[in-house]
């Protein structure tokens, strides 16, 4: 199984930015898939998720109305949408992929990406 995230970059407070995470060797449709974030001497936090059957999409409180998560099952690509960022949105962002409900929980995810680096300038 591999995940392969992209979108690494530099963006200025309040700019926008788009990653993907491109997901190979297992039956993606099956997945909820999720995006965590960890910054630099913090532990890694949830960020958001999406189901496989019905699409829900879930959020942290911190980037809830700003980013937003997506799938697009026919090319195993999942998404996150970011806007209205801030410094504190600079973190390493991975994405990950679970079998088991509990999405916001790290521990529940049974595969993960190797990480894109976001960085938001004030």
């Known amino acids: 199984v591999q995940l392969q995230a992209s979108g690494e970059g530099l963006v200025q407070a309040g700019g926008s930015l788009r990653l993907s995470c491109a997901a190979s060797?297992?039956?993606?449709?099956?997945?909820?898939m999720g995006w965590f974030r960890q910054a630099p001497g913090k532990e890694r936090e949830f960020v958001a998720a999406?189901?496989?059957?019905?699409?829900?999409?879930y959020y942290a409180d911190s980037v809830k109305g700003r980013f937003t998560i997506s799938r697009d099952n026919a090319k195993n690509t999942v998404y996150l949408h970011m806007n209205s960022l801030k410094p504190e949105d600079t973190a390493v962002y991975y994405c990950?992929?679970?079998?088991?409900?509990?999405?916001?929980?790290?521990?529940?995810?049974?595969?993960w990406g190797q990480g894109t680096l976001v960085t938001v300038s004030s």
């Open positions: 999406v189901t496989w059957i019905t699409m829900t999409s």
């Open positions: 060797g297992l039956t993606f449709s099956s997945y909820v």
């Open positions: 990950a992929a679970s079998r088991r409900g509990e999405y916001a929980r790290s521990d529940s995810y049974d595969y």
